[in-house]
């Protein structure tokens, strides 16, 4: 039901833009109105990126993505995105689209076990 798209080899320094698009449902279901990226390295856990909901307002990022990232919505294309700038060698990963509202209300946004829809993903693979 989440479709993420965008990544690709790049070198160090260099943007990527994410993109995840629902079918079946929309983000507008309450069910899925909750939006993240995570990201897992190979050898290590997923770990959250970034979060926002999509009626809007404040978004959430991880602490090693501060300034560097932006994740935003496209109400049209019921579609969320995750611009990636200034990219470094560690932020190669498979990257994931994630939906929920429990991790709204949980308040635990970060946790990976609290959301019920996930992308398929998509590999960011950054060159030194």
């Known amino acids: 039901q989440l479709q993420a798209s965008g990544g690709g080899l790049v070198q160090a320094g260099g943007s990527l833009r994410l993109s995840c698009a629902a079918s079946?449902?929309?983000?507008?279901?309450?069910?899925?109105?909750?939006l993240s990226w995570f990201r897992q390295a190979p050898g290590k856990e997923r770990e959250f990126v970034a979060a926002?909901?999509?009626?809007?307002?404040?978004?959430y990022y991880a602490d090693f993505v501060k300034g560097r990232v932006t994740m935003s919505r496209d109400i049209a294309k019921n579609t969320v995105y995750l611009q990636m700038n200034s990219l470094k060698p560690e932020d190669t990963a498979v990257y994931y689209c994630?939906?929920?509202?429990?991790?709204?209300?949980?308040?635990?946004?970060?946790?990976?076990?609290?959301?019920?829809?996930w992308g398929q993903g998509t590999q960011v693979t950054v060159s030194s």
């Open positions: 994630a939906a929920s509202v429990r991790a709204y209300y949980s308040g635990r946004y970060s946790w990976s076990s609290d959301y019920d829809y």
């Open positions: 926002m909901a999509w009626s809007g307002g404040v978004t």
């Open positions: 079946g449902r929309t983000f507008r279901n309450g069910a899925m109105s909750w």
